[in-house]
């Protein structure tokens, strides 16, 4: 059973009546429906309208005590008075917000020109974490899509979106581009798709090897991609990197 102290230094977590943390409510819910949590999995079907804000109020009170314990003066710190609720909101509104809400509506068209010629789009720029270290993961992503005359077509700025809802949540680079590339997959059932990131990882600059340099590269291939080379090369050419 939870229960609530007056006397602790951290702002009041949002219990609910029964002193129920709210992430132990939705937490629940996500087992009730023997769903994964993992860090790079979306959680939106699970959280209740108001519930984020109360989401964001116990992180930040977590937050709080990590900085407490880090040995900060929050009384008389001036720069780190709001740095809890601050980081808090990142986290919860912004750089894992894809976790949070349900992902963008894609609108898809039949392919009424009956395109089947090699498209490629990119590049996107996006922003991640890596799950490890909760460091900054920046990078870009190139996609090839090989339409068939039954393939839906999406808008440009739509590969954007979709890019950004998978990216927005603590990820490892090479679960992120079969995340992308799955549900690129099923919102246009192209004949083929490829995809390629390529991105710094500021977990091996910032500290680890500090090496500034470095990036990761990861590719993806699908359908034709797979079995014609001819186009993967093709693909793979065009990509200016
Ligand atoms: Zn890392």
Redesign the pocket.
Known sequence: MFTKTESDMTPALPYDDQGVPVSVKIRERVKAARQRFHSNDNIADFIQPGELDKLLDEVAGKMQGVLESLVIDLDNDHNTGDTARRVAKMYIKEVFNGRYVKGPAVTEFPNAEHLNELMIVGPITVRSA????F?PVIGRIWIGVMPNEHTNVIGLSKYARLAEWIMGRPQIQEEAVVQLADLIQEKTQPDGLALVMEAS?Y??AWRGVKDMDSKMINSVMRGVFLKDSNLRREFLSLIPR
């Open positions: 890596c799950s490890h270290h460091c990882h977990c091996m």
